[in-house]
């Protein structure tokens, strides 16, 4: 099994140069934030990436249990770090009379993660990824003569520090607080009975909620897992820029709670199979709210979002100590009603499937993950945004990380 040799202390030394890199590493990602080009990436983390994010039982990895699973980080000895990258190229097609375009914003999604069994059997850790958002940019849309980019990066980046704790060989719990920084950026036709033209906005601020997690062995080979993101409410602030408006704007946007269940089996010593259901309340999304501080009234984000459920499976094969394979499949619906689907928020079913490996190089390991996911082509012929069309393409993802123990 791929692992990394756990030496009987971690030396101060070593402690103090891990977390240097790491403050180091977010200075210099801080301001490469990517956003998905849906509301919710299928996987994150390279590991989970591979096993389509069906890790809510077995997060033996650093992201796996920042991410998926808090609960995992009692059981990862040592001190770690991690650092990883993915690069998603999503391909969105909007269709409609005389325009026909491909999304042109592929964002790049970086995350850190640091742990330490120093306090054993607590175990302390922090991580900063970045991956709920939007983001998403279709060039050359003829608006009333002229022709206009319509652009909508909306984003979190979530500072995550975490305790989790080893209440015995069967139970393990952990929790999370959840430091976010929205920030958002748009370029829209605004077409309401009170207000017209091309509304272009900057915001940005700060949210605070909390993650929980369980897992609990029910056999050797059984084991089960529980997560939960509460919601958060990041309240942010800018300027507006409509035709010849100009003023100050306030963006509310309410992300939603996230429920995870899993169960992984140890089929073999050498094979992992994970199944995840995941809830997450993209209703709650819909009272997010643009409130502009001049004459405009205030107009909602989006009235079309709504619950979804996600289903994932997963497994993994260590074909030798040193080499892990990786596979796996996600089935996930829309969280946007088909009449509220716009450029700005192209969001449909979509398939995925995944694929990665690991590799173990003494106290380093280093993986490798892909993902390929058909979005379910929708067209629209009646549209509440004013938006129709033809909707479809495809999403392409690949991401490399490395973590290293001491």
Known sequence: MISHKIPAKSTKKSLNLGLTLFIILIVVSYNSTGYTT??????????PEGMAGAVVALP???ISAFYYNPAGLAGIKGTNATTGVFRLRGSTKYKTDGYSKKNSLNPVLPYLAFSTDASNPVVLGVCTFSTIGTGVE??????????IDIKSEIGLVSLNPTIAYKMNDR??????????YGVSEMKTPLVTPEA???LQSDTDGFGFGVTLGLLYKITPSLSLGL???????????????????KGDLDLDLYWPQMFLAGIGYNITPDLNLGLNIKWSDW?????????????????????????????????????????????????????????????????????????????????FLLDIGANYGVWST?????????????????????????????
């Open 171 to 180: 139970l393990s719990l952990g929790a999370e607080i959840n430091i976010g």
């Open 38 to 47: 849906v509301f919710d990436p299928g996987a994150f983390g390279v590991r």
């Open 283 to 363: 209703s709650y999304f819909n009272k997010s709210e643009l409130k502009y501080k001049s004459i405009l009234p205030h107009v909602p984000v989006t009235s079309g979002a709504e619950d979804t459920v996600r289903f994932q499976i997963g497994m993994e094969y260590f074909a030798t100590e040193s080499l892990a394979l990786r596979c796996g499949y996600i089935y996930d619906p829309s969280a946007i009603k088909k009449e509220m689907i716009s450029p700005m928020l192209p969001d449909m079913d979509i398939n995925e499937f995944f694929a990665g490996i690991g590799l173990s190089f003494g106290k």
């Open 138 to 147: 279709f060039n050359n849309y003829p608006l009333n003569n002229r022709l």
């Open 378 to 406: 929708t067209r629209v012929s009646y549209s509440l945004t004013g938006f129709e069309g033809k909707y479809s393409g495809h999403r392409l993802g690949m991401g490399i990380e490395i973590s290293y123990c001491w």
């Open 227 to 245: 997560s939960w993101r509460s919601s958060m409410e990041t309240p942010l602030k800018g300027d507006f820029h409509l035709d010849g408006i």
């Open 60 to 62: 033996t990895d650093l």
């Open 196 to 198: 017209q033209g091309y």
